[in-house]
């Protein structure tokens, strides 16, 4: 059920599995993504692609583009989608300290 707040949806429902950057997540069915993977615990979502600072969603409508994560292959803005079974999200312009780590 839709609510006014798109973190008022993360308390219940049935939850489905995602993808991010290859690690299984477990996120509400029809959540707003940037919202549910907030209270996943990430909290950097993409980096700048010229000085590599990290991003996490600011606005949450659209406006800002801080919240941009590659879902299946197509960059998108996390606060606009929906969670959806299945999802493979990677964050973009990742550093490349944290692609040996990882």
Partial sequence: MKTASPFLELESGPRVRVWLDEAP?????????AAALLAAGVREFRNTPVSGAPRAP????????DCLVDIDGVTRQACMLEVVEGMRIARPNQPEAADEAQ
């Fill in 58 to 65: 600011f606005c949450m409508m659209g406006a800002c583009f």
């Fill in 25 to 33: 997540l477990d996120l509400p069915e029809g959540a707003n993504l």
